[in-house]
């Protein structure tokens, strides 16, 4: 069985940062993922796919947060991570991570075979 379960959430200040961690089990090869992905949904809004990890290592970001969040891969521990710094109030949302076994170009557009139950994050001025 396979789980995805994020955290790291918590509430900051504008400019603040925060590390988000989704830790993966049930992967093997079979089942592996071709593309992984942060998203993000804030109430009253539509999901927002906000940073994207290829499983050559190719990474994709939304207009909004490039330069400030960066996603990276920690096979060792087969968990993905996102580092966000510069955080601004318009981050608010809940944070997801996703896993799909298709390969997407860009896997900020995945359908996701696989969710977390998801991390909050509050930023406030």
């Known amino acids: 069985q396979v789980t995805l379960v994020e955290s790291g959430g918590g509430s900051v200040q504008t400019g603040g940062s925060l590390r988000l961690t989704c830790a993966t089990s049930g992967f093997g090869d079979t089942n592996r993922p071709l593309c992984m992905g942060w998203f993000r949904q804030a109430p009253g809004k539509e999901r927002e796919g906000v940073a994207g990890?290829?499983?050559?290592?190719?990474?994709t970001y939304a207009d909004s947060v490039k330069g400030r969040l960066t996603i990276s891969k920690d096979n060792s521990k087969n968990t993905l991570i996102l580092q966000m710094n510069s955080l601004k109030p318009e981050d608010t949302a809940m944070y997801y991570c996703?896993?799909?076994?298709?390969?997407?170009?860009?896997?900020?557009?995945?359908?996701?075979?696989?969710w977390g139950q998801g991390t909050q994050v509050t930023v406030s001025s």
């Open positions: 990890f290829r499983g050559d290592s190719q990474t």
């Open positions: 996703a896993a799909d076994r298709i390969f997407y170009s860009d896997c900020r557009q995945l359908a996701g075979d696989y």
